[in-house]
């Protein structure tokens, strides 16, 4: 059926709006209160896989692969997103038989299988019958056909097909037994889209939300350079705009063109779906800037997420680790590992690093212990040719058992055994980090930091919001102290002993004053600079800094400034020798109840002091007014930790050895050791009694274990 452009007009725009009152939203929300069971038995293991992409005789391909993956013992594969152009090879004709047999033949060898709706990647007949479905940038360029992702997800012609397509699939496979779940789309952004009927969406939107166009203008200063807009017809498009405060709104714009898409699916999918099968959707790795992922985690009846990380001397578990936390945060539960390293990863062979032996059956249990109860490789066998010719999978490109396979089969084999034990992993932890896209965003803007061949300008950031989340997160990992994340909207902090707030550049007065309420009522809190600067507008506030903080935090100031070269802190007061320096950024701080915790040595910057804590009410608040060195950071939260009584015998670990701890469905404390280097090393046992899963040896309290190589292991008290 091929559909005329003047039968899609831009009522998209209307249905984001609306977005909590459709009957579809509706309908979707309602089913998340009878959500399948997800209390899997054992660990889901497993891989990509796409036959289609085989060269040869793909049925032939199909017997062998199944074969290896049954003696493996992997128990699922994901399938399907991938290729709409084999399922509906043309307008409105769809087929069905190659995957079929594909489910057929996993199901005979007792392998799950997860089906993603294919919505990624258009096929080029729509391309070439709807040309405006592709996306446009907000600078003006057109897209083109070629890549995937490059479409604009509100286009109503897109909409049609896409809901079309996802319906003949779900209902489909209803009643197949194989089949658990259903993956919405792939790696879902915004693509960046600001076509037509995006930017009228948009339009409407701040009608919705501003009223008019005066109030408007004046919460984003339009007032400057004489921009005021009087009508809604005057606003302009995204590309040009100066306004921080538009280019803010149109951030948020973008999460919620992402949450509706993924919504619209969602409902899509219960509708025609089993009750028995799970609605999840595969994050493109956590914390983007256009996808507000605790949104859509609120109609996902489990969250996903695709972890990539460093190989052979890379390898340390901090990616998986923040990953996993940020992830498990969302729903305050388990989650999935769609996607993760197999062999080698890359879109060309310049980053060809395949793991050391041990790391792939290592990387397994670190994405277990943060929480998982899923974990497949991106994928199965590697692709003869196009981009991700390099992006290399269990099996290599002869498509025969190798190091890999072998790996993959030791731990498979070893999940059969001690899946059940691991499986639901409940983790509780005292401290959280608190993420805002906002100021993820608006920092993005106006960074703190420019490249150093352009002083005057933005110039390419070589810090940023995101970098000092992950110093943050990396310094909490290193230290052996699990973690949290909260966001904006969380209603209540006060699970957390420690609350730590990297540059909250945006915020409105409400969460500010829940911050400064829980400090007031006993909590405590590390912040770095720039937070309570501008309200939730982009807009500095006309008081002075940190504005409503200024009572918790005991300071005020007036003035900052870029630092030009590193300082270092004044008698070295965390005594990290090399380490000592600060960078960047630094702020003015003018105590008022707050002691200063630490000092520039600097003739003109040591006037004051790097560092603050103030007592509030019953709480503190230690303010860090510049960027740290990442071992001054990792300092400065040990000496808050240890002053809450937040550190053990997990701090005196060797330094290669990570730990994590949970509790698992049968109520036992399960504790995880990893040695993330090349070198065997000894370490002493501190908890109650119990057994090494791995190999069935008892391990008595204040015991030496030893851990190999890129080895582990895995404690069940008793």
């Not at 209390?39 to 049925?59: I, R």
């Not at 919460?219 to 005021?228: I, K, Q, R, S």
């Not at 803007?445 to 970098?467: H, I, K, L, R, V």
């Not at 230690?622 to 053990?648: F, I, R």
Request: charge should be negative; aromatic fraction near 12%; proline fraction near 5%.
């Amino acid at each position: 059926m091929l559909l005329s452009n003047h039968r899609f007009p831009a009522l998209r725009a209307l249905a984001l709006i609306a977005l909590a009152f459709s009957p579809l939203a509706a309908a979707a929300q309602q089913s998340t209160t009878s959500s399948p069971d997800l209390n899997f038995p054992t660990v889901l293991y497993g891989a990509a896989y796409y036959n289609e992409y085989m060269p040869g005789d793909q049925a032939a391909r199909l017997e062998k692969d199944v074969a290896l993956m049954k003696a493996a013992g992997i128990n699922v594969v994901r399938m399907g997103e991938s290729t709409w152009s084999l399922w509906e090879p043309e307008d409105g004709q769809f087929d069905y038989a190659w995957m079929d047999r594909i489910v057929e033949a996993m199901g005979k060898a007792g392998i799950k299988v997860i089906l993603g709706t294919p919505t990624y990647s258009i096929p080029a007949w729509m391309a070439h019958q709807h040309p405006e479905i592709l996306a446009r940038y907000p600078d003006g360029r057109p897209n083109s056909y070629g890549m995937r992702q490059n479409m604009d997800t509100d286009s109503p012609a897109y909409r049609f097909y896409a809901e079309r397509l996802i319906r003949h699939i779900v209902a489909h496979y209803k009643n197949n037994a194989t089949v658990i779940g259903w993956q919405l789309d792939n790696e879902t952004s915004s693509y960046d889209a600001a076509n037509p009927d995006v930017f009228v969406g948009f339009q409407h939107y701040l009608e919705k939300k501003f009223v008019s166009p005066e109030a408007l203008s004046q919460a984003w200063f339009l007032n400057y350079w004489g921009e005021n807009i009087h009508t809604w017809e005057d606003l302009p498009i995204r590309e040009g705009a100066q306004s921080t405060g538009y280019k803010l709104e149109w951030t948020r714009w973008s999460q919620m063109r992402v949450t509706d898409f993924l919504h619209w699916q969602a409902g899509l999918v219960r509708e025609c779906a089993a009750p028995t099968q799970f609605v999840t959707t595969d994050f493109g790795g956590m914390m983007r800037h256009d996808v507000n992922e605790e949104s859509i985690a609120s109609f996902l009846d489990i969250p996903a997420d695709n972890i990539y990380h460093g190989t052979q001397d890379h390898y340390d578990g901090s990616v998986q680790s923040m990953q996993g936390d940020f992830t498990r945060s969302l729903k305050h539960g388990n989650f999935l590992i769609t996607e993760t390293n197999a062999q080698t990863i890359g879109w060309s062979s310049a980053s060809q690093f395949p793991p050391y032996d041990g790391q792939m059956r290592e990387d397994v249990y670190t994405h277990l212990s943060n929480g998982a109860n899923m974990v497949e490789y991106w994928h199965w066998a590697s692709i003869a040719a196009n981009q991700e010719t390099y992006w290399k999978g269990v099996l290599s490109h002869d498509l025969e058992p190798n190091r890999a396979y072998a790996e993959v089969s030791r731990t498979a084999h070893e999940l059969q055994k001690i899946g059940p034990h691991l499986v639901g992993l409940q983790i509780h932890n005292q401290v959280a980090i608190l993420w805002s896209r906002d100021s993820a965003n608006a920092i993005g803007f106006m960074p703190f930091t420019s490249n150093a061949s352009e002083p005057w300008g933005p110039g390419q950031a070589t810090a940023s919001y995101d970098t000092l989340v992950r110093q943050i997160h990396k310094s909490l990992y290193d230290l052996n102290v699990g973690s949290d994340f909260v966001f904006p909207e969380t209603s209540d902090f006060s699970q957390y002993k420690l609350l730590i707030v990297p540059a909250l550049y945006i915020s409105d007065d409400v969460l500010l004053q829940k911050i400064s309420d829980y400090v007031k009522n006993g909590g405590h809190v590390v912040m770095t600079f720039k937070s309570g600067f501008a309200n939730e507008n982009s807009a500095v506030r006309w008081v002075r800094a940190p504005g409503p903080l200024r009572e918790a935090a005991g300071f005020s100031y007036q003035e900052f400034s870029n630092l030009e070269k590193p300082l270092a802190l004044k008698d070295d007061p965390f005594h990290v020798s090399a380490n000592n320096q600060v960078y960047y950024w630094a702020e003015f701080l003018m105590p008022e109840h707050a002691k200063v915790v630490a000092s520039y040595d600097h003739p003109f910057f040591g006037k004051w002091p790097a560092i603050t804590r103030n007592e509030f009410g019953s709480g503190t608040l230690l303010y860090e007014g510049t960027y740290l060195s990442g071992a001054l950071q990792t300092a400065v939260l040990k000496n808050e930790l240890q002053q809450l009584s937040l550190t053990g015998p997990d701090q005196q670990l060797p330094a290669s050895v990570h730990v994590q701890h949970g509790i698992n469905r049968i109520g036992k404390r399960i504790h995880y050791y990893f040695n993330y280097s090349g070198e065997s090393v000894d370490l002493h046992y501190s908890y109650a009694a119990g057994t090494n899963l791995l190999d069935g040896r008892a391990i008595a309290n204040a015991a030496q274990i030893t851990l190999q190589p890129w080895d582990l292991a895995i404690i069940e008290e008793q």
